[in-house]
């Protein structure tokens, strides 16, 4: 209730401020940043403080129940401020994990992965899904395995990696060269930006 689930000051730095906070005082917090594009003045609370907490207190303390929400990706209508795709200037940063979903029923397991993970999660959710996207989801709680990307078609001449709406240009791409060129092209969703499966793209 309203205990729990609250309207914030629109203040990002604050925002995640206080939930690197509640984190070290033991609770689970999810800090949502509406949207992604506004997550840049929460970038030294991100970097300096929530993923380097538990190494600069010698694991003392940290914050590893906080998962940051926020909407990303462009929708086709949205300018520059709401269309921006800004995982990249986190994905240097060891002590975060950085995840996004390519449909619902992804964005569910992975998101529950997150908020259970043991360290500090941005959680980028493709803003075009939220109206575009129709997929049947299991109403009980389930799990994806975060930093495991998948293999969504196998194909001997190309590797293709892709993450978040991507995935879905990257298999009409694949049908394409498939059906005009006769390349067979491997599809890999990422799933986890940081730290990415690298593992399985390799193979």
């Excluded at 403080?49 to 209508?77: M, Q």
């Excluded at 995935?167 to 498939?178: C, G, S, T």
């Amino acid at each position: 209730g309203k205990d729990r689930v609250f309207n914030t000051p629109l203040c990002e730095q604050g925002i995640v401020g206080f939930g690197i906070g509640v984190a070290v005082a033991g609770a689970t917090a999810i800090a949502e940043i509406q949207f992604a594009d506004y997550i840049f003045p929460a970038f030294d609370q991100i970097v300096n403080e929530a993923a380097k907490y538990r190494y600069r207190s010698g694991d003392l303390f940290n914050c590893g129940n906080l998962t940051i929400r926020a909407p990303w990706g462009c929708v086709g209508h949205g300018a520059l401020y709401h269309s921006q795709s800004p995982e990249a200037f986190f994905a240097h940063c060891p002590g975060i994990k950085i995840v996004i979903p390519r449909s619902p029923l992804q964005a569910k397991g992975l998101l529950l992965s997150c908020i259970e993970d043991k360290n500090p999660c941005i959680f980028f959710e493709p803003k075009i899904l939220y109206r575009a996207a129709v997929e049947q989801v299991p109403v009980e709680p389930y799990n994806i395995p975060l930093s495991q990307a998948e293999v969504l078609q196998t194909g001997s001449d190309v590797t293709m990696v892709a993450w978040g709406t991507q995935v879905h240009v990257i298999k009409e791409v694949a049908a394409m060269a498939q059906e005009k060129l006769g390349v067979s092209c491997e599809v890999i969703d990422l799933r986890t930006i940081l730290p990415w499966d690298t593992e399985t793209v390799c193979k």
